[in-house]
């Protein structure tokens, strides 16, 4: 299975490398420039995010996001007032959840200078690849696909995983997950997963979702029943069940934790320029971060075994 696994994963690498080589008309819907401020112009850029401190992906009056972190980043940058309008992302993020390749438009009336954007956006969000944005592009509608990733926190060795295969291949094709999704007022609960993998890297549990679009919570409603079915408590009957219709899990599946997943990438048609200076910034802030967690780590940890277990004979 795992040998499958990674050679759909590398065909539809092959297939997306394939369609990104094509030729694209790049001239914006909102005109062109020559260097100089000018008529609008629409662009599109990936972003690197870490969900920690923020409420989501998508704005939210009052409360951070990143869209609200990018939104204001691009306004300090351009001089102008930008809204949800000219800086759209292609899909949304829990709470927690982070990103190495989520999509950005940017409609502007400068040449698009991302380095320039990151010195006003934190530490923790960063556009590093960028590109013109194809005629009439709608960043939500026209992702090819995505690819979500999940990093177990426990062993493999704590898991019977054949079963917790065989019930991904179960899952793979257009189905209607209405029972592994939050409801979403009224939109579809028809997905299709294109490819779904479960494989030991470097050490941990990684489990690989490629699809066309995902519903929300899905990714890690689908973790936590993945789990019960490695550790024994269902079978894999139970996604049979569920993609039937049938109403097996009234109480509903609680989400797996949201600092697990990661959105890996939004796939679209476009050969995108990166920068170098981004792409050093997201080390080295990552870097810093770690490092700050281990001292963290160390820090709660002792204070639990010098402290914690003592706290009634204090004063």
Request: proline share 5%; hydrophobic share 35%.
């Amino acid at each position: 299975m795992k040998r499958r696994c990674l050679e759909e994963s590398k065909s539809i690498g092959i297939v997306l490398k394939t369609i990104g080589h094509g030729h694209l008309e790049t001239c914006s819907a909102y005109g062109s420039h020559n260097g100089e401020t000018g008529p609008l112009t629409s662009y599109v850029a990936r972003v690197c995010y870490l969900g920690g401190r923020y409420h989501g992906s998508q704005y939210q009056p009052g409360l951070d996001t990143i869209q609200s972190e990018l939104i204001e980043a691009v306004s300090k940058w351009s001089g102008d007032s930008h809204s949800t309008q000219t800086v759209q992302l292609a899909g949304r993020t829990d709470r927690g959840v982070h990103s190495i390749g989520q999509i950005v438009q940017i409609v502007t009336e400068r040449p698009l200078d991302i380095d320039r954007i990151n010195r006003h956006l934190p530490w923790d969000i960063t556009l590093w690849a960028y590109a013109p944005a194809p005629r009439d592009f709608r960043p939500r509608f026209d992702a090819l696909m995505r690819h979500y990733r999940y990093y177990f926190d426990v062993p493999s060795s704590s898991f019977n995983l054949s079963p917790m295969r065989y019930s991904l291949q179960l899952m793979e094709g257009s189905h209607n997950f209405h029972q592994l999704a939050k409801p979403d007022g009224n939109r579809p609960t028809t997905s299709t997963i294109l490819n779904a993998c479960l494989i030991e890297h470097n050490g941990a549990l990684v489990l690989d979702l490629f699809g066309t679009n995902f519903l929300w919570k899905f990714v890690r409603k689908t973790v936590s029943l993945l789990q019960e079915i490695g550790e024994g408590k269902s079978s894999p009957s139970l996604i049979t069940d569920i993609l039937s219709g049938q109403s097996v899990i009234p109480s509903g599946i609680r989400p797996a934790p949201s600092e697990n997943l990661v959105l890996v990438e939004t796939v679209v048609s476009l050969r995108m320029k990166p920068s170098r200076f981004a792409i050093k910034r997201i080390h080295k802030h990552i870097g810093d971060h770690l490092k700050f967690l281990d001292r963290f780590k160390l820090t709660l940890t002792a204070v639990a075994n010098d402290y914690l277990s003592n706290l009634r004979d204090f004063p």
